[in-house]
């Protein structure tokens, strides 16, 4: 049984953002005859793409393998702050969009929430994030705080609760890109909306 008086938001139960691993990730070099002078690079599961132009002579190969490494590692480490960095996150927000009235006892990275983005025990103010969120963009990340802390001020998913979430400008934006990560990845979704209490619905 989910613990009483918790509120849940959305779902992700198959497909998370994995912790970076220790050591360098492995990088594929990938030369185009297109290119002239762009130097690109993306994952691409846990390996390092570097896209460089066809011309480049190894020398550059290596700075600029390195330097895209460095840049993708430097966004890995704003996309995954620790949980004292996601409390002080809550905290603004908290303040900005529901006017500091919204104070949970603690914020945290949760690895064990496979159904749901992120829940929120009223009982003793506790909020918890899904790992699984860990890598997204921090605008999505902020959506999914306030979404919780509301639940601190408003338990259900009615009227007077919806107008405190979106509050966030950017509720609808954040909503359609979790909807839309899941739905790519044939994922269930727990729907949240109905003004139910999706953590009666939820086992474990």
Do not use: K
């Amino acid at each position: 049984m989910a613990a009483q008086g918790a509120r849940a938001v959305g779902t992700d139960p198959a497909h998370a953002p994995a912790t970076p691993p220790s050591g360098p990730p492995p990088v594929e070099v990938r030369r185009s005859a297109r290119r002239r002078r762009t130097v690109t690079a993306f994952r691409d599961g846990g390996t390092v793409v570097v896209c460089i132009p066809a011309g480049f002579t190894r020398a550059q190969e290596r700075v600029w393998v390195e330097r895209m490494v460095s840049r993708l590692a430097a966004q890995d480490q704003r996309r995954r702050p620790s949980d004292e960095a996601l409390a002080r996150r809550a905290s603004e927000l908290s303040a900005r969009y529901l006017g500091g009235r919204a104070r949970p006892s603690s914020v945290r990275w949760v690895a064990n929430q496979t159904t749901r983005w992120g829940s929120t025990t009223t009982a003793d103010g506790t909020i918890r994030l899904s790992d699984r969120l860990q890598g997204m963009p921090s605008w999505v990340v902020d959506y999914v705080l306030v979404h919780e802390l509301a639940h601190l001020l408003e338990h259900g998913h009615g009227e007077a609760f919806w107008e405190l979430v979106e509050a966030y400008p950017r509720t609808e934006r954040a909503r359609g890109y979790l909807e839309g990560f899941a739905t790519a990845r044939d994922l269930p979704i727990d729907d949240v909306d109905d003004g139910a209490d999706p953590a009666a619905q939820l086992p474990g």
